[in-house]
């Protein structure tokens, strides 16, 4: 049995591969628009901390893309790059970080939707870690914060 067959079960869609297709492409994207954030963050920022932090988180991001290329391209057979994207920063830095650490949970929200609905084990598995992954992002931000007051 494929993956195709066994989505198209499990949602009831006669395009089986698009919906699962199209939420990679969509994870990816917010990942690459993230590390770009990250990294547009840690060019603004004086402290070093904070720059270190942002640096890291950069690199995460950029490392979830790389983790769901494989599972995007077993899914459709085809490569998956999204665009760099450009990002506009909020005048506080303190704003970037509240805004950051809400997006930080919402991702973690949706990679644990996607990980209790996946029905290739595997990609459940890896929406499970990247889900993990945004919530210590969002627990990171917050140690932050809770050092600028």
């Not at 770009?36 to 904070?50: E, G, H, I, M, V």
């Not at 949706?110 to 993990?132: G, H, I, Q, V």
């Amino acid at each position: 049995m494929n993956f195709n067959s066994v989505w198209s079960r499990v949602t009831g869609a006669s395009a089986a591969c698009a919906e699962p297709a199209s939420l990679l492409e969509r994870f990816s994207a917010n990942e690459v628009y993230d590390a770009a954030y990250y990294s547009a963050l840690a060019s603004k920022t004086r402290s070093f901390t904070a720059r270190k932090l942002f640096c890291a988180l950069s690199a995460d991001e950029n490392s979830h893309v790389r983790r769901l290329r494989p599972a995007y391209f077993l899914l459709t057979g085809q490569s998956l790059a999204p665009a760099a994207p450009g990002v506009s920063l909020p005048p506080s830095l303190l704003d970037a970080v509240r805004i950051r650490h809400g997006e930080e949970l919402s991702a973690a929200a949706e990679y644990d939707r996607a990980a209790d609905t996946w029905p290739d084990r595997d990609a459940a598995r890896l929406f499970a870690e990247l889900a993990a992954d945004e919530r210590r992002h969002a627990a990171e931000l917050k140690r932050l914060l809770e050092k600028c007051f």
